[in-house]
Structure formats: structure tokens, C-alpha cells
T-cell receptor, first 113, second 115 residues
Framework: AQSVTQLGSHVSVSEGALVLLRCNYS??????LFWYVQYPNQGLQLLLK??????LVKGINGFEAEFKKSETSFHLTKPSAHMSDAAEYFC???????????FGTGTRLTVIP | GAGVSQSPSNKVTEKGKDVELRCDPI?????LYWYRQRLGQGLEFLIY????????KSGLPSDRFSAERTGESVSTLTIQRTQQEDSAVYLC????FGGGNTEAFFGQGTRLTVV
């Protein structure tokens, strides 16, 4: 079975500060891992994904995430937060050979001017 | 179509009534997912279709919930005898093949309110 845990339902950072959103996964098989973003009043869109090609994955809008098997983590980072990054971020996991995409509970990011 | 389309965008219904929620996936996408998102919570997996078949229905909360897909295209999620606890945003997503190497594209959702 696969699942993800997102630590921190709300994260606030100052504009220009580092963004770190945490995600830990549980999977009985090598996982595929995803980060999705939901901007206010918009649908979810894919930010980046890990599919075993490289452990450091770069996504849109300057975000990246690193797959760490030893820590079962896939934390999302961005060196410098921008006001437009304020949104809800969801981590998701899919097991290889499976097709069910399971989401975490989400982290709401607030960027303070 | 250009994206995943869901209808209606909003639905208010009385407790005990049946509702149908529709999802039009991106043309050619064989995989289709339904999720439920309660206020302030994450996405709860409901059901997954590959073509017209649903290999995993494990997320459907009760036998009041059912879903079908026809023509490897449109899917309908039906909730019978709605309860207030069914109030949520219902999200549909589609992807080209399913599996981790393909991106799931989401619709805007249907906001269901049971009064």
C-alpha cells in the first residue's frame, strides 16, 4: 500500500526566504512521487514528479524536490519565495505497477511581504 | 477538449436526493480518476478507470456511491440518497496511460452541497 504524510498543514515564509514543504512516503514498492499545486480558485496542476530517473527533480516556477530513499522523503524546496507562490501544495505517491494516485492532506503556503 | 471538464461546477441538493456528477476527460486519455476533497482536507481517492473498466473501486465510501465510464471517455459519479457528509468538492483527473510516467490533469471540480 502507498501513502504520503505532509508535515505542517500551514507554512508561512517571508518573501525571498527559503521554502521547504515536507513530504514522507510509505510504499511497499519503488514509488513514483509527485508534487501538485492548487492556486486559489484554480484546479490542481503538476509541479514536478520523480520517476527514478534522477533523485533531484526540477519543476516549474523554480521549485525542486529531492528523493531520499533512506529517509523515505520527497521534500519540496524553492530558494526564494515569491508572493505568487502562495497556494496549496499536495504531495502524491503511486506505486510502480499500480495506477492509484494517493495524495497527502496538503500544505497551505503563505508568503508574507 | 483542451482540458478536463467537470459539470456542474456547483450543485446544491436536498438530503436524500440522488446526484450525478460528470467528467469529460482529455480526448485520448485512457486513465480516469475520481477524488473527493472535503473542506480543509486532502484528496480522498474514490475510484480509478482504465478504459471503461474500474480495476480499483476501493475508495468508494459506501454503496450509495457508484461510477461508470463509457466509450473510454465520459465518466459519471452517482451518489444516491445524499447525506450532509457527502458535501465536498469532487475532482476528476485523466492521464494518457495511467502509471507514474504520465501526468494526471485535473478538472476544476464539482462543489456539492447537501442541505
Amino acid at each position: 500500500a502507498q501513502s504520503v504524510t505532509q508535515l505542517g498543514s500551514h507554512v508561512s515564509v517571508s518573501e525571498g526566504a527559503l521554502v521547504l514543504l515536507r513530504c514522507n512516503y510509505s510504499s511497499s514498492v519503488p514509488p513514483y512521487l509527485f508534487w501538485y499545486v492548487q492556486y486559489p480558485n484554480q484546479g490542481l496542476q503538476l509541479l514536478l514528479k520523480y520517476t527514478s530517473a534522477a533523485t533531484l527533480v526540477k519543476g516549474i516556477n523554480g521549485f525542486e524536490a529531492e528523493f531520499k530513499k533512506s529517509e523515505t522523503s520527497f521534500h519540496l524546496t524553492k530558494p526564494s519565495a515569491h508572493m505568487s507562490d502562495a497556494a496549496e501544495y499536495f504531495c502524491a505517491v503511486m506505486g510502480t505497477g499500480a495506477n492509484n494516485l494517493f495524495f497527502g492532506t496538503g500544505t497551505r503556503l503563505t508568503v508574507i511581504p | 477538449g483542451a482540458g478536463v471538464s467537470q459539470s456542474p461546477s456547483n450543485k446544491v441538493t436536498e438530503k436524500g436526493k440522488d446526484v450525478e456528477l460528470r467528467c469529460d476527460p482529455i480526448s485520448g486519455h485512457t486513465a480516469l480518476y475520481w477524488y473527493r476533497q472535503r473542506l480543509g482536507q486532502g484528496l480522498e481517492f474514490l475510484i480509478y478507470f482504465q478504459g471503461n473498466s474500474a480495476p480499483d473501486k476501493s475508495g468508494l465510501p459506501s454503496d450509495r456511491f457508484s461510477a461508470e465510464r463509457t466509450g473510454e471517455s465520459v465518466s459519471t459519479l452517482t451518489i444516491q440518497r445524499t447525506q450532509q457528509e457527502d458535501s465536498a468538492v469532487y475532482l476528476c483527473a485523466s492521464s494518457l496511460f495511467g502509471g507514474g510516467n504520465t501526468e494526471a490533469f485535473f478538472g476544476q471540480g464539482t462543489r456539492l452541497t447537501v442541505v
